[in-house]
């Protein structure tokens, strides 16, 4: 895994003090015992600490002359030795008359808008992120992905204006941007962007479906600059049927596309309802104008329990395509390949089991990954592992969720009643696929159609042990089924930890009203109490309201926050100033959790959950069982 640096963040938390935190690694010791120094103005370095810090990875400092430069460096401690401290940066560095406030500002270049063939305008919207260390120094860059302001969902025709996929430093460096073309469309469900360290060299690689005209991150052109494969009449307007389709994995330093091969499974027939074999394309994905067969997923995988592994996904309500592939000395070979419509016995009853989202972990215990494929699990050789036969959905959530059954447990809600009859709300044995619980309508309670659109599942109630869960429809649960609320948590969309306990906190907006907060479940009044909001930010995807990314990007274990703000200028990463007595290994260092932030911007973006029980009442974890990689100039 990445080979991460001490991550020390330091904000201005009041007038009066500044709040400082910083990473304990996953190859570090548990009790691992810490030194905190400021230095001022560049003078010498002056220890805070007047015993070594062996709790929480956090300080507050109260002595700071602010209107000064104030660095802080942390330096771990083994034995009577003190090891070198933590790299000076752009984080731990707070500048004479620092304002108060909790976020690292990251200025963006916002895309040129444009004008379509039908003669439409438009401008742009940062949307989601992801993070890597594109250039190996320890610290996460982010990645943005531009998206125009008439992207569309497959249902609907239209032309969009060209995608766009941004990397900056954390102190507001402009990288470089990849120009996906006219002939990648926009919406949630056709650019899902990979950002890992593939063949471990310590430095992360981007990957993600191309086409003719994209243009790399040093200008050069993929395919046929000229092409344009965009659909002009009825229903096809807008929509790319046609034309080759590419997977190309860029260089994380600079953008260059390094390799591109053809995108597996190419569409099969031509995706188009006036072509020969239409009826034939139709059968196989439900329908003809693009709106089954471009329903994309990607992840990250660790299918050898060693290496990571780049799953590229198509299709859900029907047919459903999985393939994994290999970033070995520079060249991408297939691993293997998963179709629920290639005639293998038993991969039938995979059709249309699929979400609107994707989840990784080690369900079997055996060391190695398996994809969790909405109502599904594919087995990390490329075999299936099981199908519950529920249908299609749009939340789902893995983890250990009841720390005293043992394994992990899946929450999901669906969206066809005729499928998943009583268990629209679905919890599963994460293994197995066996249904643990499930709450269905009786009758029209919910609907006719009953879609049950959200769903979320966190350690939110300390009453009762493990995680609850909740949808749009129904009750609060806990793990074992029974209610523990009548009205359940309005925030159904988000999750952070943020406070300095271990329950979870609700990250969530409203789009309407352009806010974007934090609120945590009071269980005493069964209602959200806000803890934290900015007015200047707001959130992505429409109802959705998800942030552009949330995950432990540096600082203690709690988890930050990326929103952008409404003019698309900034992105600001909030990170808690609340003190917590807790102490935990970077988040990052849990294989399932960092997976997770790698596939968070995939279609309908889920919160990331880790591979053990984090909540009330939880056992201290193991150390991580992982070797950080080596970084190695080519």
Same mark, same amino acid.
Request: one cysteine or more; glycine letters at 12%.
């Given at each position: 895994?990445?080979?991460?640096?001490?991550?020390?963040?330091?904000?201005?938390?009041?007038?009066?003090?500044?709040?400082?935190?910083?990473?304990?690694?996953?190859?570090?010791?548990?009790?691992?015992?810490?030194?905190?120094?400021?230095?001022?103005?560049?003078? *010498?370095?002056?220890?805070?600490?007047?015993?070594?810090?062996?709790?929480?990875?956090?300080?507050?400092?109260?002595?700071?002359?602010?209107?000064?430069?104030?660095?802080?460096?942390?330096?771990?401690?083994?034995?009577?030795?003190?090891?070198? *401290?933590?790299?000076?940066?752009?984080?731990?560095?707070?500048?004479?008359?620092?304002?108060?406030?909790?976020?690292?500002? @990251?200025?963006?270049? @916002?895309?040129? !808008?444009?004008?379509?063939?039908?003669?439409?305008?438009?401008?742009? /919207?940062? /949307?989601?992120?992801?993070?890597?260390?594109?250039?190996?120094?320890?610290?996460?860059? @982010?990645?943005?992905?531009?998206?125009?302001?008439?992207?569309?969902?497959?249902?609907?025709?239209?032309?969009?204006?060209?995608?766009?996929?941004?990397?900056?430093?954390?102190?507001?460096?402009?990288?470089?941007?990849?120009?996906?073309? #006219?002939?990648?469309?926009?919406?949630?469900?056709?650019?899902?962007?990979?950002?890992?360290?593939?063949?471990?060299?310590?430095?992360?690689?981007?990957?993600?479906?191309?086409?003719?005209?994209?243009?790399?991150?040093?200008?050069?052109? @993929? $395919?046929?600059?000229?092409?344009?494969?965009? $659909?002009?009449?009825?229903?096809?307007?807008?929509?790319?049927?046609?034309?080759?389709?590419?997977?190309?994995?860029?260089?994380?330093?600079?953008?260059?596309?390094?390799?591109? &091969?053809?995108?597996?499974?190419?569409?099969?027939?031509?995706?188009?309802?006036?072509?020969?074999?239409?009826?034939?394309?139709?059968?196989?994905?439900?329908?003809?104008?693009?709106?089954?067969?471009?329903?994309?997923?990607?992840?990250?995988?660790?299918?050898?329990?060693?290496?990571?592994?780049?799953?590229?996904?198509?299709?859900?309500?029907?047919? *459903?395509?999985?393939?994994?592939?290999?970033?070995?000395?520079?060249?991408?070979?297939?691993?293997?390949?998963?179709?629920?419509?290639?005639?293998?016995?038993? /991969?039938?009853?995979?059709?249309?089991?699929?979400?609107?989202? &994707?989840?990784?972990?080690?369900?079997?215990?055996?060391?190695?990954?398996?994809?969790?494929? !909405?109502?599904?699990?594919?087995?990390?050789?490329?075999? !299936?592992?099981?199908?519950?036969?529920?249908?299609?959905?749009?939340?789902?959530?893995?983890?250990?969720?009841?720390?005293?059954?043992?394994?992990?447990?899946?929450?999901?809600?669906?969206?066809?009643?005729?499928?998943?009859?009583?268990?629209?709300?679905?919890?599963?044995?994460?293994?197995?696929?066996?249904?643990?619980?499930?709450?269905?309508?009786?009758?029209?309670?919910?609907? #006719?159609?009953?879609?049950?659109?959200?769903?979320?599942?966190?350690?939110?109630? +300390?009453?009762?042990?493990?995680?609850?869960?909740?949808?749009?429809?129904?009750?609060?649960?806990?793990?074992?089924?029974?209610?523990?609320?009548?009205? +359940?948590?309005?925030?159904?969309?988000?999750?952070?930890?943020?406070? $300095?306990?271990?329950?979870?906190?609700?990250?969530?907006?409203?789009?309407?009203?352009?806010?974007?907060?934090?609120?945590?479940?009071?269980? #005493?009044?069964?209602?959200?109490?806000?803890?934290?909001?900015?007015?200047?930010? &707001?959130?992505? /995807?429409?109802?959705?309201?998800? +942030?552009?990314?949330?995950?432990?990007?540096?600082?203690?274990?709690?988890?930050?926050?990326?929103?952008?703000?409404?003019?698309?200028?900034?992105?600001?990463?909030?990170?808690?100033?609340?003190?917590?007595?807790?102490?935990?290994?970077?988040?990052?260092?849990?294989?399932?959790?960092?997976?997770?932030?790698?596939?968070?911007?995939?279609?309908?973006?889920?919160?990331?959950?880790?591979?053990?029980?984090?909540?009330?009442?939880?056992?201290?974890?193991?150390?991580?069982?992982?070797?950080?990689?080596?970084?190695?100039?080519?």
């Amino acid at each position: 895994m990445e080979a991460l640096d001490r991550g020390v963040v330091a904000v201005r938390a009041t007038k009066s003090s500044a709040f400082v935190s910083w990473r304990l690694l996953g190859t570090e010791a548990s009790d691992m015992a810490f030194d905190i120094y400021r230095t001022t103005d560049g003078g *010498a370095p002056v220890k805070l600490n007047t015993a070594p810090l062996a709790k929480a990875t956090h300080f507050t400092d109260k002595s700071a002359d602010f209107s000064k430069t104030n660095t802080y460096s942390v330096r771990a401690i083994t034995g009577e030795q003190s090891l070198p *401290a933590a790299k000076t940066t752009s984080l731990n560095t707070l500048r004479p008359n620092a304002p108060v406030r909790q976020y690292i500002s @990251i200025p963006l270049r @916002i895309p040129e !808008g444009g004008v379509t063939p039908a003669g439409e305008s438009y401008t742009y /919207n940062a /949307n989601d992120c992801s993070v890597g260390d594109l250039d190996g120094d320890g610290e996460y860059e @982010i990645i943005l992905k531009w998206d125009p302001t008439n992207a569309h969902d497959n249902a609907h025709d239209g032309y969009t204006g060209n995608v766009y996929i941004d990397a900056y430093k954390l102190d507001g460096t402009f990288l470089w941007r990849i120009d996906l073309g #006219k002939n990648i469309r926009a919406g949630a469900h056709y650019t899902q962007f990979q950002v890992y360290d593939f063949d471990g060299d310590g430095f992360a690689e981007v990957a993600c479906k191309t086409a003719d005209g994209t243009i790399d991150g040093v200008g050069k052109v @993929i $395919g046929d600059a000229n092409a344009d494969h965009r $659909g002009t009449e009825g229903r096809h307007t807008g929509r790319i049927l046609s034309g080759p389709e590419y997977l190309t994995i860029f260089n994380g330093r600079t953008g260059a596309a390094m390799s591109t &091969v053809q995108y597996l499974p190419q569409r099969d027939p031509e995706n188009r309802d006036d072509n020969p074999d239409g009826a034939r394309q139709k059968k196989i994905w439900g329908d003809a104008h693009g709106n089954r067969i471009d329903r994309f997923l990607a992840a990250t995988a660790y299918l050898d329990g060693s290496r990571p592994s780049l799953v590229m996904c198509r299709g859900y309500y029907t047919r *459903a395509v999985l393939v994994a592939w290999d970033w070995r000395g520079g060249k991408l070979a297939q691993r293997w390949i998963f179709d629920s419509e290639d005639g293998t016995p038993g /991969n039938k009853k995979y059709n249309g089991q699929g979400a609107h989202s &994707v989840t990784v972990g080690d369900v079997d215990g055996d060391g190695c990954d398996e994809i969790i494929y !909405g109502a599904a699990a594919i087995n990390n050789d490329g075999t !299936g592992l099981y199908s519950t036969g529920l249908g299609h959905g749009d939340a789902l959530h893995m983890s250990v969720m009841d720390p005293d059954r043992g394994g992990q447990q899946v929450f999901m809600v669906h969206e066809s009643r005729s499928s998943y009859g009583d268990a629209g709300i679905e919890y599963r044995d994460a293994r197995t696929g066996m249904l643990l619980f499930g709450v269905g309508p009786k009758g029209d309670e919910w609907g #006719k159609k009953a879609d049950i659109g959200r769903g979320v599942a966190a350690d939110i109630d +300390p009453r009762t042990k493990g995680y609850e869960m909740w949808a749009s429809y129904g009750a609060l649960y806990d793990n074992k089924g029974n209610v523990i609320s009548k009205t +359940p948590p309005r925030e159904k969309n988000f999750l952070i930890w943020w406070d $300095g306990d271990l329950l979870r906190e609700f990250l969530d907006g409203d789009s309407r009203r352009e806010r974007a907060w934090i609120s945590k479940w009071n269980w #005493k009044t069964q209602t959200s109490d806000m803890l934290f909001s900015d007015p200047e930010c &707001v959130t992505n /995807n429409g109802t959705k309201a998800t +942030p552009c990314l949330s995950g432990d990007i540096f600082g203690d274990w709690r988890e930050e926050v990326i929103w952008r703000t409404k003019d698309n200028r900034e992105l600001r990463i909030y990170t808690t100033t609340i003190p917590t007595e807790h102490r935990l290994h970077t988040l990052m260092h849990d294989r399932q959790y960092r997976l997770a932030i790698a596939w968070q911007n995939t279609t309908y973006n889920q919160p990331p959950h880790p591979g053990f029980y984090l909540g009330e009442g939880m056992k201290p974890p193991a150390k991580p069982d992982i070797v950080t990689a080596v970084r190695s100039e080519k």
